[in-house]
């Protein structure tokens, strides 16, 4: 098993910048992806950012440019870096992992865009 905590969320402007946290029971290089998801309120989970345990990484078109997914593998953490926030990156975030076939999921993170 894997257990997924997320934590970094918050209320901020737009324009500005969040880093958040998911933090993995187990060593980062035992997980096949970790991802980022976000589902903002009456809409559909969506997709933002996948890193392998290679280290490559994928984003979102409406993300790309302004995130960015990284990883401390001495923390078994994965980060995201949220910069250039909209309102319309409002959502709950969710940390998503891989291992060994098998689905995890993070309890979420609120963030919210708003002036």
């Known amino acids: 098993q894997v257990h997924l905590v997320e934590s970094g969320g918050g209320l901020v402007q737009p324009g500005g910048s969040l880093r958040l946290s998911c933090a993995a029971s187990?060593?980062?290089?035992?997980?096949?992806?970790v991802v980022w998801y976000r589902q903002a309120p009456g809409q559909q989970r969506e997709w933002v950012a996948t890193i392998l345990v290679g280290g490559a990484t994928n984003y979102a078109d409406s993300v790309k440019g302004r995130f960015a997914i990284s990883r401390d593998d001495s923390k078994n953490t994965i980060y995201l870096q949220m910069n250039d926030l909209k309102a319309e990156d409002t959502a709950v975030y969710y940390c998503?992992?891989?291992?060994?076939?098998?689905?995890?999921w993070g309890q979420g993170t609120q963030v919210t865009v708003s002036s």
């Open positions: 187990r060593s980062l290089f035992s997980i096949n992806s």
């Open positions: 998503y992992a891989d291992y060994r076939r098998r689905d995890y």
